[in-house]
């Protein structure tokens, strides 16, 4: 069975300062791995994704995420957030080879203060 | 291309009730999958469906059931309303193949009464 776990349920940050959304999973097979953002009342939106290749993957907003496979970890980072930067973010954990089916961490809520 | 669209947006039902949401999929999606998001709670894998067949199944009961059509959109209905399913529903489309990258819609808001 896959899990995930966001270690921190709410990051408040001030507006340009770095920030990092920690990321952890648990699988037993190989994994795709992806962040999504919610803003309020909205669905999801695709953030980034490691499918395979470089552990380093960027989004077009700044934001970039490393996936560790010895710390089974995939951590979001930006090294200077903007008010606009406040939602909900969730990591997600998918198995390579199945239907797809996304397995989420309960959230982290990142508030950027001016 | 247009993206996922989800209705309706927000509806409200009483316990015993029956209900249905709908979805359609991404121009050029084949799949689509279902989730179920709890206040504050993240999203919940419902089921998915690709080519009118179900795809896969999440822990919920039988009473949560659905439909893929041959245009690929697809509906979830419930039946026996209880006031645990009060969420947010989320529909995702995708295509069959590496990382079946899934796209979400804005979701439609059921709460019961």
């Known amino acids: 069975a896959q899990s995930v776990t966001q270690l921190d349920s709410q990051v408040p940050v001030f507006e340009e300062a770095p920030v990092e959304l920690r990321c952890n999973y648990s699988?037993?097979?190989?994994?795709?791995l992806f962040w999504y953002v919610q803003y309020p009342n909205q669905g999801l939106q695709l953030l980034l994704k490691?499918?395979?290749?470089?552990?380093l993957v960027e989004s077009i907003n700044g934001f970039e995420a490393e996936f560790n496979k010895s710390q089974t970890s995939f951590h979001l980072r930006k090294p200077s957030v903007h008010i606009s930067d406040t939602a909900e973010y969730f990591c997600?954990?998918?198995?390579?080879?199945?239907?797809?089916?996304?397995?989420f961490g309960q959230g982290t809520t990142l508030q950027v203060k001016p | 291309e247009t993206g996922v669209t989800q209705s309706p947006t927000h509806l409200i039902k009483t316990r015993g009730q029956q209900v249905t949401l709908r979805c359609s999929s991404q121009?050029?999606?084949?799949?689509v999958s279902w989730y179920q998001q709890a206040l504050g709670q993240g999203p919940q894998f419902i089921f998915q469906?690709?080519?009118?067949?179900?795809?896969g199944r999440g822990n919920f009961p039988p009473r949560f059931s659905g439909l893929q059509f041959p245009n690929y959109s697809s509906e979830l209905n419930v039946n026996a309303l209880e006031l645990d399913d009060s969420a947010l529903y989320l529909c995702?489309?995708?295509?069959?193949?590496?990382?079946?990258?899934?796209?979400f819609g804005a979701g439609t808001r059921l709460s019961v009464l």
């Open positions: 995702a489309s995708s295509s069959q193949g590496r990382g079946n990258i899934q796209y």
């Open positions: 699988s037993s097979v190989s994994v795709y």
């Open positions: 490691y499918l395979s290749g470089s552990t």
């Open positions: 997600a954990v998918s198995s390579s080879g199945n239907t797809g089916k996304l397995i």
């Open positions: 121009s050029g999606h084949n799949t």
């Open positions: 469906y690709y080519r009118e067949e179900e795809n």
